[in-house]
T-cell receptor
Framework: QKEVEQNSGPLSVPEGAIASLNCTYS??????FFWYRQYSGKSPELIMF????GDKEDGRFTAQLNKASQYVSLLIRDSQPSDSATYLC???????????FGQGTELSVKP | KAGVTQTPRYLIKTRGQQVTLSCSPI?????VSWYQQTPGQGLQFLFE???????NKGNFPGRFSGRQFSNSRSEMNVSTLELGDSALYLC????????????FGPGTRLTVL
């Protein structure tokens, strides 16, 4: 059973701080990794995707991938109360192409 | 460009009934995937359609079925509804079956009484 694991949280950070969200996956053959943000009562919204080892930056967001450790992370710099949401890590199944999601980490940014 | 649309947005059904949900993809997107989201199980993959053919299927019973039309619109059907089928049903579309960026619709909230 291919799995994606995330800490459920809640993770609470003060406004302006760096929020660090982590994810591990079991399928060593996975090639594509995604972070989605989901506000309460809304559908998931794609934030970033990453394929290669290392960092990928987009504005205040940085995705980090370490395939040897089977680890993906998302850093949110200068966190804002509007970043308060559940963050879902997803991994593309290498065989079937479906997305396998973690349970999500709830982030709360306190003003 | 219009986003993914799903209809209806809310549904209330009773056990034993069946339900059909609809998803219209972003213009030009030909792949449609369906997911079920519940508080206990999270987001789980149901199936994916591309060019009117089912490409992938998750671990759901045969009561869950789907199809895709020539205009890429997709429907999913759940027969003999059970209480545990209460969930948010999300469809997600992408340009091609091999494309990675996938965008979700607003979802259909199904409540089974």
């Amino acid at each position: 059973q291919k799995e994606v694991e995330q800490n459920s949280g809640p993770l609470s950070v003060p406004e302006g701080a760096i929020a660090s969200l982590n994810c591990t996956y079991s399928d060593r053959g996975s090639q594509s990794f995604f972070w989605y943000r989901q506000y309460s009562g809304k559908s998931p919204e794609l934030i970033m995707f990453i394929y290669s080892n290392g960092d990928k930056e987009d504005g205040r967001f940085t995705a980090q991938l370490n395939k040897a450790s089977q680890y993906v992370s998302l850093l949110i710099r200068d966190s804002q109360p509007s970043d308060s949401a559940t963050y879902l890590c997803a991994v593309r199944d290498n065989q079937g192409g479906k997305l396998i999601f973690g349970q999500g980490t709830e982030l709360s940014v306190k003003p | 460009k219009a986003g993914v649309t799903q209809t209806p947005r809310y549904l209330i059904k009773t056990r034993g009934q069946q339900v059909t949900l609809s998803c219209s993809p972003i213009s030009g997107h030909r792949s449609v995937s369906w997911y079920q989201q519940t508080p206990g199980q999270g987001l789980q993959f149901l199936f994916e359609y591309f060019s009117e053919t089912q490409r992938n299927k998750g671990n759901f019973p045969g009561r869950f079925s789907g199809r895709q039309f020539s205009n890429s619109r997709s429907e999913m059907n759940v027969s003999t509804l059970e209480l545990g089928d209460s969930a948010l049903y999300l469809c997600a579309t992408r340009l091609l079956a091999g494309a990675d960026t996938q965008y979700f619709g607003p979802g259909t909230r199904l409540t089974v009484l």
